[in-house]
C-alpha cells in the first residue's frame, strides 16, 4: 500500500533552516507529482509546494517564494522541502501529498516549530 513518511522537522529559531525529507513506497514515485502542505493551528491545510515527476517544474506559495525550494530523489523514492529564512508563522505540521483523482494520500505530518 501506499506510505509516504515524513521527518526532519523540530524546533528552530527566526532565520534558521530546515530540511524536511518525505520517503515514498506502494507506488512508483517517478512517475508522480508530489506536493507539500502545511497547516497551523486553528488554519485550512495549505498548499505549499508542487515538484513535478521529473523535477523540473516547481511551484511555490506566495508566502514561502523564496525561502523554500521542493526537490526530490526519485532514485531513492524521496522528497525534500529545503527550508530557509523561517518565520514563526511557518509554524505548522508540515504533510507530504501525493495527488489522486479518487482520493490524496498523505503522510502523518512533521511538525515545524518556529520560536526564539
Known amino acids: 500500500q501506499v506510505q509516504l513518511v515524513e521527518s526532519g522537522g523540530g524546533l528552530v529559531q527566526p532565520g534558521g533552516s530546515l530540511r524536511l525529507s518525505c520517503a515514498a513506497s506502494?507506488?512508483?514515485?517517478?512517475?508522480?507529482?508530489m506536493r507539500w502542505y502545511r497547516q497551523a493551528p486553528g488554519k485550512e491545510r495549505e498548499l505549499v509546494a508542487t515538484?513535478?515527476?521529473?523535477?523540473?517544474?516547481?511551484n511555490y506559495a506566495d508566502s514561502v517564494k523564496g525561502r523554500f525550494t521542493i526537490s526530490r530523489d526519485n532514485a531513492k523514492s524521496t522528497m525534500f522541502l529545503q527550508m530557509n529564512s523561517l518565520k514563526p508563522e511557518d509554524t505548522a505540521v508540515y504533510y507530504c501529498n501525493k495527488p489522486r483523482t479518487m482520493g490524496d494520500y498523505w503522510g502523518q505530518g512533521t511538525q515545524v516549530t518556529v520560536s526564539s
Open positions: 506502494g507506488f512508483t514515485f517517478r512517475i508522480a507529482t
Open positions: 515538484i513535478d515527476s521529473a523535477g523540473l517544474s516547481t
